[in-house]
Each structure stands twice: as structure tokens, then as C-alpha cells.
């Protein structure tokens, strides 16, 4: 089936998939956008909320529809599953959503579609690996939002530190979209100085332990907010607008999406977010960043914890 471009749907309408709709109402990316959920009439409502800011937003058709809507989008976002809750780590949602991924993924499958899957759903490494293994799509086609919303919330929590535009702060959260997740802080910089460098210049000194705080404080960020709030949304969404951005107007931008490595860093079998040039196509290409001693020993821990869940998973 021919690929529409310019048409997008997401698969799940909660928080986080009208968060995420909304952002695409926002872009203007998109000229459709379909919406799904087990709950027809949630997806009804969400449409018809959307469609009233449409004259203060980008011209689109938003509609509820049903898998046989949306095999000719370029690009599905899947959001459905079971929200962590407070003191749940993103592991202990693993059975639950891994069976609705499997069966949204196999009503996808079943309709020849031709585009992108980009999976939101947590544990978003795992359940990436499982879309990719279930599909049996090429692993270009299939990713997941990864940490590139840890990525953005460590280059904030630095921008703030440092007293400079996040935007110009380049920094990576790498590995498990969760408890395992490392900084690479041997190739953290401002505008390409170095961090050690870019303090000497504004007159203070690294410290490694506040360095360490912020670690903590992004790898333990959505534990936070969902104690207060109940759910993080907004955060993933500008996130997700981003990969998508990446994707229509195929950039080939560099960002830490969920992917399934084929020898690179020396992994297969699973997926892990990991920094990847994504474009039109979906993944172009895994970096092997270099990483510390230290970093690598991280890594190799994160995978470790990866390779556990998914096997439990009996694929």
C-alpha cells in the first residue's frame, strides 16, 4: 500500500496519546491524524476536543477511526497499556503491555502497512524489541521513544545549572529508558566545550557529585511527577513531537531512540536506547559513542537488566 506521508495515528488515548496529538495538532506535521483506543467513544471525544482548536492551529482532518483506517500512515504512534503507578518501576508493567502491544502490533501487521512504528508504550526498550520481533518489520521501521525524554530533561536540569540555554547543552541518557539508565558525561558539552572547560570559563569548578545529583534527579524524574500528579504526559509529548519531526521532514538528527543494535556496541537481541541518525525511513544509523570505563560498565549493566526482562517474555 502506498505510504501517506503527511498522515499520522496513534494507538492509545490516554494521557499520554492526547498529549501527544495535541503536540501534533501544534506542529502541524500532519495533515490526518487518526486516533484509536479500545474505547471508541474516548477516541471519539478526544477527536472532537482537538478539532475545536483547529482554527487556531495547522489545517488537518482529526478522526477516531479503526485499524483499517491507518495502513496507509506514515508514521503509528503506540501509547496503550497500563500506567505506572506510584512506586512501580517501567519493568513491572512489562506482562501486562507486552500482550497489548502483541495483539495492537499483529492488527497492524495484518493490514499490509508500509510506514514507521514508534512505540511510547513503557517498558518502551522492551516492548520495542517485542514490536520488532512480533512485526517482523526491518529494525529501520521500528523504534521507540527511548530517552530522548531523559535526554531533554538532563540538557534542562544542565542549562539550569550551568546558566545557559539548554538548547545549546549536548548531553545523552543512554541505555534502559528507566532504573539502569547511565549519562554520558565523558562527551557532555555546551556548544562543543567540554563541561570542565565551559566551568573553568565561567569561573567555577566541575562538581562531580552535584553531577551526580542531577543523574539522580533525571533517572528518577517520572517517579517524582507521577506521586504528584499521577501521570507524566507533557514531557513525552514534546518528546515524541521531535522523533516525528525527525521523521516527516526526514532530517537525519541524531537522538537516543529505543532501537534493536545488530552488533553494534556488540548487541543483538534486544533493544536499547542507544544514539541513532533517524530520517524519513525511520533508524539510518546506530552511533557507537565512546564511552568511559566507567560508562561501559553501566551499560553492560543496563543490558544485562534488558536481556532479563525479555527473555522472560518467552518471544
Not at 103 to 112: D, K, Q, S
Not at 232 to 257: F, N, S
Amino acid at each position: 500500500m502506498d505510504i501517506n506521508h503527511r498522515k499520522a495515528a496513534i494507538v492509545g488515548c490516554g494521557s499520554v496519546g492526547a498529549s501527544i496529538a495535541f503536540r501534533f495538532l501544534q506542529q502541524g506535521l500532519f495533515t490526518q491524524l487518526v486516533l484509536l483506543d479500545m474505547n471508541r467513544d474516548k477516541a471519539e471525544g478526544e477527536a472532537m476536543d482537538l478539532r475545536d482548536g483547529l482554527p487556531y492551529g495547522a489545517a488537518m482532518e482529526i478522526t477516531a477511526g479503526t485499524y483499517d483506517d491507518i495502513a496507509d500512515c506514515a508514521l503509528i504512534v503506540i501509547t496503550a497499556g497500563v500506567n505506572q503507578k506510584p512506586g512501580e518501576s517501567r519493568l513491572d508493567l512489562i506482562g501486562k503491555n507486552a500482550k497489548i502491544l502483541q495483539e495492537i502490533v499483529l492488527e497492524i501487521t495484518a493490514r499490509n502497512f508500509g510506514g514507521i512504528l514508534l512505540v511510547v508504550s513503557n517498558p518502551v526498550d522492551v516492548l520495542t524489541y517485542t514490536a520488532w520481533k512480533v512485526s517482523g518489520y526491518p529494525r529501520q521501521r521500528v523504534l521507540g521513544s527511548g530517552t530522548v525524554l531523559d535526554t531533554g530533561r538532563l540538557k534542562q536540569l544542565l542549562g539550569a545549572e550551568f546558566g545557559v540555554d539548554s538548547r545549546n547543552v549536548h548531553a545523552f541518557i543512554i541505555g534502559e529508558h528507566g532504573d539502569s539508565e547511565l549519562a554520558v558525561w565523558s562527551e557532555a558539552n555546551v556548544s562543543g566545550l567540554d563541561l570542565e572547560h565551559f566551568c573553568r570559563i565561567r569561573g567555577r569548578a566541575l562538581d562531580r557529585n552535584n553531577m551526580d545529583r542531577l543523574y539522580h534527579e533525571v533517572r528518577d524524574s517520572a517517579y517524582q511527577i507521577i506521586q504528584r500528579k499521577g501521570v507524566t504526559c507533557y514531557g513525552i509529548a514534546m518528546a515524541v513531537g521531535r522523533i516525528a519531526q525527525c521523521i516527516v521532514k526526514d532530517e537525519h538528527a541524531v537522538l537516543p531512540v529505543s532501537v534493536v543494535p545488530d552488533g553494534q556496541y556488540g548487541l543483538s537481541g534486544l533493544a536499547l536506547s542507544i544514539p541513532s541518525i533517524v530520517g524519513r525511513n525511520g533508524l539510518e544509523e546506530i552511533l557507537e559513542i565512546p564511552l568511559s570505563p566507567s560508562e561501559q560498565q553501566d551499560l553492560e549493566r543496563s543490558v544485562k537488566q534488558m536481556e532479563e526482562a525479555i527473555a522472560s517474555l518467552h518471544l
